[in-house]
């Protein structure tokens, strides 16, 4: 009896051990809707029709797809992400990022691993979007979004072209905008 329990331990384990090794690949199916409907835009010709169409999606699934996919797929060094929609076009997002500090040798032991909190406003039209920082904890020392685009600024210098924590990025092609409301996300495409 003790043998046929050591199998049925034994086999009980191994079929513990791949279904949660199976279990991390998993995406749920709400992330899954998301990387569709961003795949589809990306292939369609959106833009052709002179009137909008929306599409929402709540704060739960965005999180999802968030962490599920894009991370993994666009961002490793981003090890975990979870924006709140607080209200009309206001975020506060929370990353834990990870660098190597092989491909980063001159950045400081300490900022390898960070965290950041940010509360943002957020605009967006024609394509285009952008944070507009209301404040910004790193590692747990708050920073004042003005100070910290003046020392990305002095960071530049030398630089012909500069960045700014302010400035506009380009949409993924065929959305028009994007707007926030507490606990849901559209986006106009």
Known sequence: MSKLLKKITFTFSLTAIIFVSFAQHLVSPQA???EL???????????????????????????????????????PEVKEIK????????IFARLRIELDAVRYPKLPANLLKTTVEIASKIESNNGKM????????????SFSPQLLDQ???????????????????????????????????????
């Open 32 to 34: 899954k809707e998301i």
């Open 151 to 189: 020392t990305l600024e002095l960071a530049q210098s030398g630089k012909e072209k500069k960045s700014s924590i302010y400035d506009w990025f380009k949409l993924l092609p065929g959305i028009k905008k994007i707007e926030i409301d507490k606990g849901k996300i559209t986006f106009y495409y």
């Open 83 to 90: 924006i709140d929609f607080t209200g009309k076009n206001s």
């Open 37 to 75: 409907f961003l795949n589809k835009l990306r292939q369609s010709q959106a833009g052709q029709s002179p009137f909008l169409k929306e599409k929402s999606f709540t704060e739960n699934d965005f999180n999802l797809y968030l962490q599920q996919i894009y991370i993994k797929n666009e961002t």
């Open 130 to 141: 952008r944070l507009k920082p209301e404040s910004i904890i790193i590692n747990k020392i």
